[in-house]
């Protein structure tokens, strides 16, 4: 019981996921580092290259500076990854490792979320499966991913009533859209854009992180 309200704990505000398109290695780790400052709770390390070399570098060099200063570093998509920088979890969906095999590789303590798209059922079944948390979007149109499914506000209501895991909202988040979501349940908002295009990226991290002023 202690270990689920320390990990419900810790998954809440802000979740910042690299732009590894605009940001390589030590830029990367700079500006991650700012969103840090800024008061971002979670970091999730997205790269879509396959150059293995700069991905271990960069991920390597982002463990560190998370343990640094006690925020969640995940993996998205790749648990060979996040095995080998020792990360808290991964983020899978549904292309990706199956949340049981995930489980059984990386053990109990690893956080395990799940992106459910705009579906209850999809979220039920990762719930049952094991996730700790599970992760819903795209709620507004992204740049980052534009072809992403659309998901609905009352999805976000139902899933906080019924699922009794953390929820995370994903998608064209801004600071100003960002209310209509905690509101109806997200204990979580995944921003990339809007923190990562943003020109002082600390201080767009800290509007986001004001939104729950006790992670600030
Ligand atoms: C927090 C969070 N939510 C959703 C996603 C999307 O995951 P997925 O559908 O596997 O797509 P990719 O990010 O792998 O392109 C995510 N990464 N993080
Ligand atoms: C990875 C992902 N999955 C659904 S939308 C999205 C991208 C989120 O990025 P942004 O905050 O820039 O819209
Ligand atoms: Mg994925």
């Known amino acids: ?8 704990h810790r998954l809440r505000g802000l979740y910042v996921i690299t732009d590894t398109v605009q940001f390589k290695r030590d830029d990367l780790v700079r500006v991650v580092a700012e969103a840090i400052a800024g008061g971002a709770r979670i970091v999730q390390y997205r790269d879509k290259s396959d150059d ?4 271990l570098a960069e991920a390597s060099a982002l463990r560190s500076l998370t343990l640094e200063h ?13 095995e ?31 992106s459910c798209y705009n579906s209850f059922e999809l979220a039920q079944d990762a719930v049952r499966a094991g996730a700790n948390y599970v992760a819903f979007g ?14 609905s506000i009352p999805l976000l209501i139902e899933s906080k009533q019924k699922l009794g895991v953390p929820i995370c909202a994903i998608g064209g988040i801004t600071r100003q ?3 209509e979501l905690i509101g109806a349940g997200a ?3 995944a921003v990339i ?13 800290r509007d986001f992180s004001t939104l729950w002023p006790s992670t600030v």
């Open 84 to 114: 080998a920088v020792a990360a808290d979890g991964v983020h899978l969906g549904k292309e990706d490792s199956a949340i049981k095999a995930a489980r059984d590789r990386l053990g109990s303590e690893a956080v395990i979320g799940a």
């Open 187 to 189: 204990d979580m908002l």
């Open 177 to 179: 859209s960002a209310p």
């Open 52 to 55: 293995l070399e700069r991905r």
């Open 138 to 151: 795209a709620f507004f149109p992204s740049r980052t991913k534009p072809d992403a499914v659309v998901a």
């Open 70 to 82: 006690e925020v969640l570093f995940l993996i998205n998509d790749d648990l060979d990854l996040a």
């Open 1 to 8: 019981m202690r270990a689920e309200i320390s990990m419900h």
């Open 193 to 205: 854009s809007a923190v990562f295009s943003a020109t002082d990226i600390q201080a767009a991290a």
